[in-house]
């Protein structure tokens, strides 16, 4: 039974994300599909199913080192599309849910999966969709990325680009500053890797870190990086809508995101103000900066400098090594999970937090044309 609390039953809100453009995300990992509603969409935006379809490429599973799950993840615009170009009405994307294999699932119902969502929804709702997870799957962020492509397409009119890829997997990382680079480059570089890192010789060093780890039934963490350039500056509000604040919600709801830093972030507290300061200067009569320690960001408005993000995701919860845990009807066992999981969620995530960056500064930049007269 749901629980009541006063007469009213807890319902799962706030699937919304945005302020002028927003998306609306619903559906299961193993209902008949998942879908998307992208509201405020201006009018007159070409988009094609193709557009999208390339665009989910990059989150696909299936590949080396990513869920066994094959789900051919194709898009159906239900609305909003008319000849090929946005009318301004809502956007309505569906993705049919093809390769669920909800019977592995069932030796799962009764057991309290450690790192999973189970316990937290079956305290607050009183029951949970145990069919992969159900809400609580990372299958949602396919409606993420789907809302991501049309956002990246109204970035592509004002000339934004945003570029996101695997920074470091286990203890392996990246050993060049990759943010210097131009996103197209950037781009090109990512994609030449499975795991969408853009310097070969660690791509290779992080994927025997996933491979061992799959040797020993576990899983490894991973940092995805992202540079926004160009960018122009005044994305923003100052006070609780600063783009800082409104990038850090939009990544951490992503499932296992562990942290969030834009510019230096943590390491800007080791150091000295004269160290952390971005000394402005003059060029061509108009001001540059002679570092990027803030990120691009400064009293959280844009300040014309690249957007630099970093997100941590903690390892995949589903191990088939044996763990420690109890049962709902409270025994306690040992239990290994077999099944089609992520060893690396991080590199499925790449598109995932491009997608949150990417529907975050759309919206600053819709925002942004109502700020000054
Ligand atoms: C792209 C992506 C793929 C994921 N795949 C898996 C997976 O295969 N197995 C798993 O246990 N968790 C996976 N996760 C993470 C879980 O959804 C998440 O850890 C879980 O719902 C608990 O939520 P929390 O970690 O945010 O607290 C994935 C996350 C992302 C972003």
């Known amino acids: 039974m749901p629980k009541l609390f006063f007469g009213i039953m807890f319902s799962m809100g706030n699937n919304s994300f945005g302020k002028l453009f927003t998306i609306t995300t619903w559906g299961e990992s ?19 199913v193709e557009d999208i379809q390339a665009t989910l490429v990059l989150r696909s599973c299936g590949r080396a080192y990513t869920s066994a799950r094959k789900e051919p993840d194709m898009v159906e615009i239900l609305s909003g599309v008319f000849e090929g170009q946005t009318t301004g009405a809502p956007i309505s994307l569906l993705i049919r ?16 999966k450690p790192g999973h969502a189970q316990f937290t ?25 789907a809302a991501g492509a049309i956002a990246k397409k109204i970035l592509d009119v004002s000339g934004i680009k945003v570029v996101a890829f695997l920074h470091s997997c286990g203890n392996v990382s990246l050993t060049e500053d990759f943010s210097i680079l131009d996103t197209d480059s950037l781009d090109v570089l990512r994609r030449k ?3 969408l890192c853009p310097e070969e010789a660690v791509s290779n060093l992080m994927l025997q870190e996933i491979q061992k780890a799959l040797e020993e039934k576990d899983s490894v963490g991973g940092i995805v990086e992202a540079i926004v350039y160009p960018v122009p500056s005044g994305l923003g509000d100052p006070v609780y809508d600063k783009l800082s604040a409104n990038l850090g919600k939009a990544l951490f709801s992503i499932p296992a995101v ?21 000394s402005p200067y003059l060029k061509d009569g108009k001001v540059g900066f002679l570092s990027n320690h803030a990120g691009g960001i400064v009293g959280g408005i844009s300040n014309g400098e690249p957007i630099r993000v970093k997100v941590s995701f ?3 919860s589903s191990i088939g090594k044996l763990q420690k845990t109890v049962t709902i009807d409270k025994k306690d ?41």
């Not at 849910?97 to 309290?112: F, G, H, M």
């Not at 972030?265 to 000295?272: C, E, N, Q, T, V």
């Not at 990417?358 to 000054?372: E, G, H, K, P, Y």
Request: net charge neutral; hydrophobic share 35%.
């Open 30 to 48: 193993h209902g008949p599909s998942v879908g998307v509603v992208i509201d405020g969409c201006p009018a007159g935006l070409f988009i094609t």
């Open 333 to 373: 066992i040992h239990h290994s999970f077999i099944g089609r999981h992520d060893p690396c969620v991080a590199i499925r995530a790449v598109a995932v937090v491009e997608a949150m960056i990417q529907l975050t500064l759309v919206d600053a930049l819709l925002l942004q044309r109502c700020s000054r007269l």
């Open 193 to 195: 890797s499975p795991i």
């Open 97 to 112: 849910n093809l390769d669920t294999r909800s019977e592995d699932y069932l030796d799962q119902k009764n057991i309290i």
């Open 258 to 278: 562990t942290g969030v830093e834009i510019g230096d972030g943590f390491l800007s507290s080791r150091k000295k103000g004269s160290e952390q300061n971005d």
């Open 121 to 145: 929804y079956l305290e607050k709702y009183g029951i949970f969709d145990y069919f992969g997870n159900g809400r609580a799957s990372a299958r949602e962020t396919v409606c993420r990325v």
């Open 314 to 316: 903690k390892p995949t």
